[in-house]
């Protein structure tokens, strides 16, 4: 990759700030040493740390947050939810199983609407948050959970509820327009929420193909699955079964197989047993599966499917009994780790 | 080319930064933050190209002031505490200092609301002033202090119709938000909401949010990211709004701006004198060719302020009003062939 034209004031900015992927940023890199433009141009972006910058810090309330278990999900608390690159903070009004039922908590108050709750600046989370967008409530998985700053006080609960119910008196004018500004912040917190609410990462899983079916009509047996393969015969039935995914490098062989094509086969992913679902999206485990992902080298999504997989291969080989504790089977895993 | 030689290629910070939310997270972190910060505000600023709020020139003293607004707000914290990753750290960070810079300059427009409103306040009878500069009805005898939040305000300021002055888009100095009398109903609507005295700063973030002033979201971008990543105006073609915005500004001009004589031409804005002569039959050649002319340039400058799709969005919209003009026209229920013009023709 090698930059033909100056890169942009924001690329270059990346650049110095490591924000660049690693191609990326040497290209750039290459191109800075032999232009002078962009040599000045970057040196007048490292700019001088003043003495001043010592005097400002995060606020004890997120560090503390941030250093803390987060403790599961109940109605009241400001968590900060976040996936894939994108995060927020959201108030829980409910929690019912492995979702939420959450409005959006934004700083902003003179941009609220109709449907928007304010609390008062003298509240416990007014520093991070002082409008709620009641009108925006999304159900969201609990694997978006990340931190919680705690509960919101009392009365803020009790105005939301009866916002929710429709009761409580709006105080900020409804958005009629596309062009009122407040309009634009909406879209753009509804369009951050909707993507929040459908964080997952589990693949879709075929409905239309049955592998075991399959191979039954093929006259496959299980043997020869672990053959062409190259997996152990357990690992074969459990694959028919389609309750551990098929190794990425025997895909064409169990395409050629099955007669299938390797896109067919791939939409077989595995259906996991919800209780190792919940458990890996439990906002206790997340950080440090997140660590893992990390050190791993991997994707968030990708870290917890690959972990899913295993752990269900695990039992899928130990054949245990019903009554897993999955919480359990998940910090194993992650002392292991 | 630049011919001067420049320093030698910096240092990225490189994989130092990629911890840097962790880092702040931890309670470190802060001076490369400020770092990042202030060379966001450059950015933000095209490098001092933007105007400075207070009309000076740009300099590492006013970068530091915007550097400093953006840490005295807890901007930071309330972006420590959202962002995913690092790269939701660095997007969040230039959107709040972009904003952060907008809303500064929308202050200055704050400033000569507060003044006219002042003004208006003192010459009309319905308002007294009490010594400590608060306002409420003359009609009350003794109301107290506002106690209530100030944005339960906001509603009252809506529910006033509001009567905007005609002012040409191309005329030197900038019009008035409204009327003096919008001024004078939109105040009574908010201290009769209010039901108490209620200072001047309030009055002016009333009103001024009701006229599209307010200040800018802290952290959330208007500004959309396409699906290459750019990031480009959120109101572009193919986008409601867009086509709204530009559907109310090509009206706004066909019912202020333009002369009849003006309307029966916007079908022929890129057509020759000849064929204008010869459709409408007003005028000869040379007298319609210079007519198109003064008509291109005339929505030039109008649309001067405009992107190219949207100066496109408003000629469509433009041809189309004529379109609606000529076939509602009684004389032409035969259907008068409209000439078929380009969008691009003022570009």
Known sequence: MTWSSHPDALVLSNWIDGFLPVTEAAAVAQ?????????????????????????????????????????????????????????????????????????????????????????????????????????????????????????????????VMAMLDGTETPTSPPITSVLDERSQLRDAIASRFDQLSAATWLQPRSTALNLEERARALGIRPKRVAEALGVAPGVATAILRQRQSIPPDALPAAAALFGLSVEELAGTAMAFEPGLIDAL?????????????????????????????????????SQSADGVDWDEVVEEFLVES | MSTRTGPPPPEPRGSGAAGLLDALRGGGGIEDYYRFVLRAVRFATGRGNLPHPEGRKWDEDSYNDVAQDFFAKDTHTKIVSRAADDGDLSRMTRVAVKNLVRSQLRQTKRGKLHRRLRTILRETDDFIEDPAGWWGLATWTDPGVLQRNEYELDSAAWSVDVTVPYWRPDAKYEGPLADRPSFISMVIAILERADARVDIGTLVRVVADRFGLPGLPEFESIDVPNDA??????????????????????????????????????????????????????????????????????????????????????????????????EGQPDNEGGLAVHSGREDTIR
């Not at chain 1, 979702?99 to 007014?126: G, I, K, M």
């Not at chain 1, 906002?283 to 752990?311: I, V």
């Open chain 1, 31 to 159: 191109h800075v040493a032999g232009c002078s433009t962009c040599r000045v141009a970057a040196a007048d972006g490292l700019v001088p740390v003043t003495a001043q910058s010592t005097e400002f810090g995060v606020s004890q309330l997120v560090l503390d947050a941030f250093a803390s278990l987060p403790p599961d999900p109940e109605p009241g608390q400001l968590w900060q939810v976040a996936w894939a690159g994108s995060g927020d903070l959201a108030l829980i009004v409910d929690v019912s199983g492995p979702t939420v039922t959450a409005v959006p908590a934004e700083p902003d108050v003179h941009l609220a609407d109709d449907q928007t709750v304010l609390v008062d600046a003298a509240s416990r989370v007014a520093p991070l948050a002082r409008a709620f967008w009641v009108g925006l409530r999304h159900e969201l998985p609990q694997r978006v959970l990340h931190t919680c700053f705690g509960s919101v006080d009392d009365d803020a609960l009790e105005r």
């Open chain 2, 229 to 326: 990543g750019d990031v480009t105006y959120r109101r572009e073609p193919g986008d409601t709004a867009a086509s709204v915005e530009a559907v109310a500004v090509a009206e706004e001009i066909w019912l202020h701006q333009l002369s009849d004589r003006e309307r029966r031409r916007i079908p022929y804005l890129d057509a020759g004198g000849r064929e204008i002569a010869s459709d409408l039959g007003d005028r000869g050649k040379s007298a319609e060719d210079d007519a198109i002319k003064r008509l291109q340039a005339k929505l030039r400058t109008l649309l001067a302020d405009l992107n190219d799709a949207d100066r496109g969005g408003v000629v469509s919209h433009l041809r189309a009003l004529a379109l609606e003009q000529v």
């Open chain 1, 281 to 317: 999206d439990r906002p206790c485990f997340r950080n440090r599966l997140l660590r893992g992902a990390n050190t791993a080298g991997m994707s968030e999504a990708g870290y917890r499917l690959d972990a899913a997989t295993r752990l269900a291969a695990r039992r899928f080989r």
